[in-house]
């Protein structure tokens, strides 16, 4: 048995795990993002301040480079993190103006722009500005160098400020997705529930098709289920039928069996126990061909409430002569001419068993009431349009005024004490149903007797 599971924590559980993911590689970019936010404005700082420095280089008299640091220049880079600053001030290649001389002095660029470069400086980590310019004596020029550095405690500080708020955020959009994802779910699932109620609430002989509001996705199962309530109610009216049937059917038989019993216990000589218990063997007989049909017709129910009835290419023709032959020696036995007529193969499409149960039936009726020194012939005829199966005989045949009674259940055609329930032709009729044909019942030959056409339209 399989262990049932929750769709709601099924879905929630997909519904995080999908999220986590996804916001995981989404805080990595963010992070990424906030570093290079962070240095992007730190690095406009410091490269301003190493500007104001690189104005106020001048050459001194002896053509020595001079410079009057500005510490608002500095200040400019402090925060509330505490970071420290370093700078120095290089002249012509070699020569140390002022400064850190330890500050490493990397990248320098020419062109009037500052360079950027993280480096380490007394074991920390620091953020290096490099700026290359000119001082002029109105004769000449002299290159200098000014590079200002800084720790990063405060780009490091910025970048996880970021980085949690964007955290937090998503952890509120997990939980709100989470808690709407949930209340959805429950109310998605409010149809389902009902329809669970309203089964529930059935009692076991309502097979009625379901017919309550249910979302498109869940309409096939319910689709599938008022099928299957349909095939349920179609068996279980034909166990009931052939229940019912069977014990009204059966009864009387039973009864003569009893009664010959009884006769045979009390019988004085043997010739009258024999007697009795021929009799008895009769009702035998009679109730086994009664429960052979009844439960004929319970297998043609069946069929019909099976939407997907196996059939296969049948000669007819074929089947008709050896169905036929099996039914010689009984009509020999009753004085009855049976005879066949057909010539070449006939194809139909259809269950080959029901199809000899058919003609089984058709050929029994005749036999049962033609009468003694009646003729009987199976005949396949047609055309490129139909096939006819024909059982004809010259019997007393069937007063028109009952032919449409004999058509259902239980209906006889004659009382003239032939054995027999009244099942033959409405199984003929039934099992030709199942394949698209038709039953037509009339007069024979002249008029005379009766004639049971079975027309099997179309190509095989």
Known sequence: ???AYSLRRRLLFWLLVSTAVIGTLALFDTYREAVQTANIVSDRVLAGSALAIAERVVVAEDGALEVDIPYVALEMLTSAAQDRVFYRVDGPPGQFITGYQALPVIGQVSGGTASFADSLFRGEPIRVATLERSASTGIRSV????????????????????????????????AGAALIVWIAVTYSLRPLYRLGDA??????????????????????????VNSFMVRLESALDALRNFTGNASHQLRTPLAIIRTQLALSARASTLDEAQATALKGD??????????????????????????????DRIDLTALAQDITGEHIPAAAEAGIDLGFEGDGPAHIRAEPLLIGELLRNLIGNALAYAGRGAEVTVRIAGDAAATRLEVEDNGPGIPEKKLAAVRQRFSRGSDGGAPGAGLGLPIVEEIAALFDASLALGPGTLGKGLKATVTFRGPA
Request: glycine share 0%.
């Open 1 to 3: 048995m399989s262990t």
């Open 143 to 174: 290159p200098f160098v000014v590079t200002v550095a800084e720790t990063t405690i405060a780009r490091r500080q910025l970048a996880r400020a970021i980085l949690f708020r964007s955290a937090l955020r998503l952890v509120f959009m997990i």
């Open 199 to 224: 089964i529930a609430e059935r009692s076991p002989d309502d097979l009625h098709p379901i017919e309550q509001s249910v979302p498109s996705e869940v309409q096939p199962l319910v689709d599938t």
């Open 282 to 311: 009769q009702a035998v007989a009679h109730a086994e061909r009664i429960l052979a049909q009844l439960l004929l017709m319970a297998k043609i129910d069946a069929a019909v409430s099976n939407e997907a009835l196996a059939t």
